[in-house]
C-alpha cells in the first residue's frame, strides 16, 4: 500500500469540497437549534443536539485517523457524503427533538470521517509546504464559516425552518460528485504495513485542543437560540455568524504572519464569550468577533502541531486532533446545557469562566516551573 501525494490541480477541488463540507455544517448549525426550539426543545435538550454529534466525532474520529492511514481515503470521503445527504432527508422530515438528537449521531459519524481524512489528504500536497496547506484549508472551511449561517438565517428566513435541509442534501450530493471525479485514490496490493509509532502528544496540546473545542460548540451550539429569544430575527443572528466567519477566514489568511501567544488567545477567548452573556446587540456583535478571533488562533496553534510529523502518521495524528477537540465538544455543550437550564445566557456566561479557569492554569504551570526546587538543605 502506497500513499498518493496530490498536487495543486488535484489540490483545489479538494479545498472546495472541504468549503462546501463546512457550508453544510454551518446552514445547519443555525438551523437545528432554532427547528428544536419551535418543536419546543427545552435548553438541555438543545445542549445535547452538539452533545450527540459530538460524542459520535470524538470516538470515531481517533478510529477514522487511525483507518485513512491504511485505506483509500476517496472511499472514505463517499461514505461520508452519504451519510451527510441520508441525514438531512430524515433531518427534514423529524418531528420532535429527540429525532434530531438521535440524526446528531449520523451528523457526528459524517464527520468523524470526513476531517481526518481531509486533514491528511490536504497537508500531503506536493507543491506546497504544510504551513501553506494549512492555510489553504483554513481559509476554505473558514469560507464555508462565513457563507453557511447567512444562507441557513436567509432560507429560514424565507421559505421556513425546513427549507435548508433541501439545500444541504443538494450540496452532499454535489459533494459526492467531486469526491469521485477529484479524490485521488490510494492504490492497495494487499501487503500488511507496520506503521510507524505515534509519539505521545504533549498534555498541553491536547488539553488546548479540548478547550478549543468546547468553547467553539458552546458558541455555535447556543448562540442562535439565545439569539432569537433575545428577539433577534433568524436572518440577522446570520449576518453576527458571517461576522463570526469573515473573522476566522481573515485571521487564517493571515495566520503566517500573525504572532499572538497562547494565554493572550484563552484571555481573548474568554472575554469575546463575557460579552455575547452581557446580551445587548453591540456586544452580542463584538462579542462574536472576538470569541472567532480568539478560538481562530487557538484553532491554527493546535492543528499546525499536531500535523507536523511523518506523512505516514498523519491521518492518526489528525484523528488525535479531531477526537480532543470532540471530547471538549461533549463536555462543553452537555454541562453548557444543564447550566443553561436556568437562562440560556448562563452558556455563555459558564464558556468565559472555563477560559478563565484555563488561563490561570497556564499562569500556576508557568510559575512553578520558574520557582526553583527547595533542596533539603535550602
Known amino acids: 500500500m502506497h500513499s498518493v501525494g496530490i498536487t495543486w490541480s488535484t489540490g483545489r477541488p479538494l479545498l472546495f469540497i472541504t468549503f462546501s463540507c463546512q457550508l453544510m455544517i454551518d446552514i445547519l448549525g443555525i438551523t437545528l437549534p432554532i427547528f428544536a426550539l419551535s418543536l419546543s426543545a427545552s435548553p438541555f435538550e438543545i445542549g445535547l443536539l452538539a452533545t450527540s454529534r459530538a460524542l459520535v466525532y470524538s470516538l470515531f474520529t481517533f478510529v477514522m485517523g487511525y483507518v485513512s492511514d491504511r485505506v483509500d481515503r476517496r472511499q472514505l470521503l463517499v461514505y461520508s457524503m452519504l451519510i451527510d445527504g441520508v441525514a438531512s432527508v430524515l433531518l427534514y422530515f423529524s418531528r420532535t427533538a ?80 467531486l469526491v469521485l471525479r477529484y479524490a485521488p485514490r490510494r492504490s492497495t496490493r494487499h501487503e500488511i504495513i507496520e506503521l510507524p509509532s505515534l509519539d505521545r502528544p504533549p498534555i498541553k496540546l491536547v488539553s488546548t485542543t479540548v478547550l478549543v473545542g468546547a468553547l467553539g460548540t458552546i458558541f455555535l451550539a447556543f448562540f442562535p437560540a439565545f439569539g432569537v429569544q433575545r428577539g433577534i430575527s433568524a436572518f440577522e443572528i446570520g449576518v453576527m455568524l458571517f461576522f463570526f466567519g469573515i473573522t476566522r477566514a481573515l485571521l487564517f489568511f493571515r495566520m503566517p504572519s500573525i504572532n499572538v501567544g497562547l494565554q493572550t488567545s484563552v484571555a481573548l477567548a474568554s472575554l469575546g464569550l463575557f460579552l455575547v452573556y452581557i446580551g445587548d446587540r453591540v456586544t452580542m456583535y463584538l462579542g462574536t468577533i472576538v470569541s472567532a478571533a480568539a478560538t481562530t488562533l487557538l484553532f491554527a496553534y493546535s492543528l499546525e502541531k499536531f500535523l507536523r510529523g511523518e506523512e505516514a502518521t498523519r491521518g ?59 533542596g533539603i538543605g535550602a
Open 98 to 177: 429527540f429525532d434530531l438528537i438521535v440524526l446528531g449521531f449520523f451528523q457526528g459519524l459524517a464527520m468523524a470521517i470526513f476531517w481526518p481524512t481531509m486533514e491528511a489528504l490536504i497537508v500531503s500536497d506536493q507543491d506546497s509546504g504544510i504551513t501553506k496547506s494549512l492555510r489553504n484549508f483554513n481559509v476554505s472551511w473558514g469560507m464555508g464559516v462565513i457563507v453557511g449561517p447567512l444562507i441557513g438565517g436567509g432560507l429560514i428566513t424565507l421559505f421556513g425552518v425546513k427549507s435548508p435541509f433541501l439545500v444541504v442534501l443538494a450540496i452532499a450530493v454535489m459533494n459526492e460528485i
Open 316 to 374: 492518526r495524528r489528525a484523528g488525535i486532533f479531531e477526537g480532543s477537540a470532540g471530547i471538549g465538544a461533549i463536555l462543553g455543550s452537555f454541562f453548557a446545557g444543564l447550566i443553561a437550564q436556568s437562562s440560556l445566557s448562563y452558556a455563555f456566561l459558564a464558556a468565559s469562566l472555563i477560559g478563565l479557569a484555563f488561563l490561570a492554569a497556564i499562569r500556576i504551570e508557568k510559575f512553578a516551573l520558574q520557582t526553583p526546587s527547595k
